[in-house]
């Protein structure tokens, strides 16, 4: 009957079930070992073996079912719990680079490749810095080209990256040459549409030595024009009006999206500008510790988001700030 029962058993607690019950303190068996004394003396030795005998075969019956469980369940944990390697794995999603600091790092390394550094200045400003020291005292009707975010009286939020030429200066003199770019972020009280954005990039430049003339400007340039749009990229100059160069211009390229024949990106002219430039105004010079009669240089600076709009054929400028999956996965590098 015990071993009968045992091949029914299926789990851990029904073994224990049938210990308790056949091996157990008042299991049939043990009754009987109870009651040997009873029997006549020359009976007992025989008895004894038999219930010995018995008890074994169950002991042991019962540890080979128990043996058996257990391998049972851990094949069947194994058989459950198994990783399939040879299942494909899951594709990482990859993030890709902003078209804003594409264009930045592209700057960056053809500048680098003409020798100059990179440094980066506080986004919160003074006036001195972000005015004066440019050559735009107060009250002066040039400040009104860049309506700006005041945060007191005296600090706000640089509208250029320009007050770094100054810092710069400060930090170099007197050594020359200065060869810096620098970019980041800047703000205006401007309205947005589709050329203007209230928060954007720009990349300052300066250049200070002895002998530093307009055409150096203009073909550094023209050189900077053709690694980041192509070798046969267009450039012009524009005469135009800063209050920290003299002279000044303003510097258009030819529009890469339809070649000059006019389209959206450059709204029908043909010509997008880029970048304000012209030589330091000796004002800017003498005030940052650099003799005017003695040192001269160039300096521009250039909007990010304009060349990435040209580079790219962005149309709106928008587009760079709404942040839209379909235009930012356009720039993921492919796997
Ligand atoms: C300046 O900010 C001068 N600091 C540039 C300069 C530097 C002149 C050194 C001389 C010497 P401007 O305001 O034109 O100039 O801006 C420069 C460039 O920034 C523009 O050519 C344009 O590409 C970009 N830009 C200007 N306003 C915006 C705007 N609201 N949104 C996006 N880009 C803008």
Redesign the pocket.
Known sequence: EAEDALGQVQDARALDEWRVRYLGKKSALSQVMRQMGTLPAEERPRAGEVVNRCRERLQAAWEAARTALSERLLAERLASERIDVTLPGRRQERGALHPSVRVIQEVEDIFLGMGFSIAEGPEVETDEYNFEKLNLPQDHPARD??DTFYLTDTLLLRT?T?PMQVRTMERMRPQAPVKVIVPGRVY?R?EDDA???HA?N?I?GLVVDEGIRMSDLKGVLEQFARAMFGPEQAVRLRPSF?P??EP?A?VDVLCINCGGAGCRVCKETGWI??????MVHPHVLDGAGYDSRRFNGF?????V??IAMLKYGIED?RHLYQNDLRLLRQFARPV
């Open positions: 080209m860049q250029h320009s205006r401007d050329t203007h954005s954007f720009q300052e800063f920290f160069t000044s303003e500008e880029i970048l304000g430039a012209g300096a521009f600076g250039m909007g988001e304009r400028i």
